[in-house]
Each structure stands twice: as C-alpha cells, then as structure tokens.
C-alpha cells in the first residue's frame, strides 16, 4: 500500500534555500468522525489530547491531531503504531458510535519551511496565510487542488495532498520557491 | 474575490472553498403523503428571487463541510452575516448591527 511515494527522492533545500520542500516520509493517517460530546473518549484512546475546536492542532512524540471540522479530526502518526491505533478504536466501537477511517493511502506529506514560507504559500492560496494562527490546520484549497494545511511553526507547514495531486503541487511550489529564489 | 466567515470555522474564507445551496428558511412539507401537487411545485421549484436582502446556504465544502446560511445583498453581492444552520432568520435589528 505504501509502495509508491509520487514525490521519493525529490526535494528543494539547501543551508541558504529561503524555503525548503520535503516530502514527508510515509506515516499511519486517519480521518476520525465522533461527537464532540464523546471526545474525551477518543483522546484516551489516543492517548493524547484532540483539539476541541476546529482549526486546532495538538502535535506530540511524532503524533499530530488536527480539527478540520465541528466533528471531524485529521490524526496522523508513525507507521509502527498504526496497527495499535487501529484496534484501540476498534474496541472503542463498542460504546460509542464514531468512525476511523485509514487514508494513509490516499495522502501524500510535503514540508514547507524557512523564512519565505509564508510567501511561498500565499502565492497559491486564497486566504491570509500570515494570519493563519500558529498551531493550526485546515482543509483549504492550492490552485484548484483540495489539501490540509497545517501550521507547525512560524516558518514552519506542511500540506497533507491526495497522490494524485502531490506531483501537481509539488511542481508548482517548486516554481515558486525557483521564482524567490531569483528574486523575481 | 469573496472572503466568506465560516460560522463553524469562525473564520474569513475564500470563495473558492465554498458552494452555492439555494434559498434558505424552506421548509420541507411536514406530511409529504397529503402534499399536493401545486404545494410540491411551491416547495421544489418557487423560489423567492430576492432583489436586495437574500437568504441563502452555502456549504464549506473545501473546509470543514457544513453546511449554513448566510444573508447577501444580491444587489452589491456583500455578505451581511453568516449564521449556523438550523438558526432562525436574523432579524431586522441583527442585520443592522452587522452592517455597522
């Protein structure tokens, strides 16, 4: 299932790049649909803390929960504790009514990062991205395609794309970054 | 392009990650059974066709995918507010202090 990665081996950095693009080693990604009223059960089985409201992100000992919807959360983590992961909420079924979905397939990483990150961004996304909180994450839109942006840092995002998409907008960041790069 | 406030997101989004819903406020018929058949054609097809203050939904299909309403001009094409769905119409007073 994890044997083609659209973006291997390709990457835009160096010590001085103003923005560098990675992608994002594959990793476990689920789609977590629970009432809100019933998150508390979910974060146990977690094992960390979901964020309660949308555009949310808690991110800890390389797991990342984001909130992209009132009852909707985007989780990823590493690919060794996927299969914990997934029979922990599998018993969870039992008493509440929720639904993890498995889109490790579907989805591809891509880091964004250095001090024209922002920039970057903004030249393909509609919304403000330098007011975009830091620690946070949304479904949002890139040139017609539809990803989550999420916000680790300052200088610091990644976007979560579907596969078929990742070679679309890795190309186009990568004329970006070329055009900052020369100053155009 | 059109910076639209998601109620559930609580923020400013571009259009783009939004779609049209139609007319708001119409109410589904409570006994479909006894409808008939000029009600149905009101219900499915009559719409209001505002010129000025219309209500309207719209869904945050590239964002947290609900779906709610809004109030636009269809004058100006200015969004007045937004407001959950299920919420009952703004009235007069509210739209106003939204403009302001």
Same mark, same amino acid.
């Given at each position: %299932?994890?044997?083609?990665?659209? &973006?291997?081996?390709?990457? &835009? ?7 560098? %693009?990675?992608?994002?080693? /594959? ?51 590493? @690919?060794?504790?996927? /299969? ?15 639904? @993890?979905? /498995? ?17 970057? @961004? ?5 919304? /403000?991205?330098?007011? %975009? ?48 790069? @020369?100053?155009? | ?16 990650? +939004? ?17 008939? $058949? $000029?009600? !149905?054609?009101? +219900? ?7 010129? *000025?203050?219309?209500?309207?939904? !719209? ?5 947290? *995918?609900? +779906? +709610?309403?809004?109030?636009? $001009?269809?004058?100006?094409? =200015?969004?007045?507010?937004?407001? =959950? ?5 703004? $009235? ?9």
């Amino acid at each position: %299932m994890h044997t083609h990665h659209p &973006l291997v081996g390709r990457a &835009l950095a160096g010590p001085h790049a103003r923005v560098n %693009m990675r992608p994002v080693e /594959d990793c476990a990604r689920f789609i977590l649909r629970i009432d809100p009223q019933n998150l508390a059960a979910a974060s146990t089985i977690w094992g960390g803390n979901l964020p309660p409201t949308t555009g949310g992100l808690v991110s800890a000992s390389g797991r990342i929960a984001t909130c992209i919807g009132p009852d909707e959360w985007y989780l990823i983590a590493p @690919l060794a504790e996927q /299969d914990a992961i997934e029979s922990a909420f599998g018993e969870l079924y039992a008493t509440t009514i929720h639904s @993890l979905v /498995d889109v490790g397939h579907r989805e591809v990483g891509i880091t964004v990062e250095g001090p024209e990150a922002v920039l970057a @961004l903004q030249a393909t996304i509609a919304f /403000d991205i330098a007011a %975009m909180p830091v620690g946070s994450g949304c479904r949002t839109i890139i040139d017609k395609a539809q990803i989550i942006l999420l916000r680790q840092g300052p200088d610091s995002f990644r976007i979560e794309v579907w596969h078929s998409f990742a070679d679309h907008v890795w190309n186009l960041l990568a004329g970006i970054c070329r055009e900052i790069e @020369l100053g155009v | 392009m059109l910076l639209i406030r998601c109620p559930y997101c609580a923020a400013e989004r571009p259009e783009l990650e +939004f779609t049209y819903g139609g007319e708001a406020h119409i109410v589904r018929p409570q006994n479909p059974s006894s409808t008939t $058949d $000029d009600e !149905w054609r009101d +219900f499915l097809y009559i719409r209001s066709n505002a010129r *000025g203050i219309h209500y309207e939904r !719209w869904r945050h299909m590239h964002g947290c *995918g609900r +779906f +709610f309403n809004a109030v636009r $001009d269809t004058v100006t094409d =200015k969004f007045v507010m937004t407001y =959950k769905a299920g919420l009952p119409r703004p $009235d007069q007073a509210e739209l106003e202090a939204a403009r302001s």
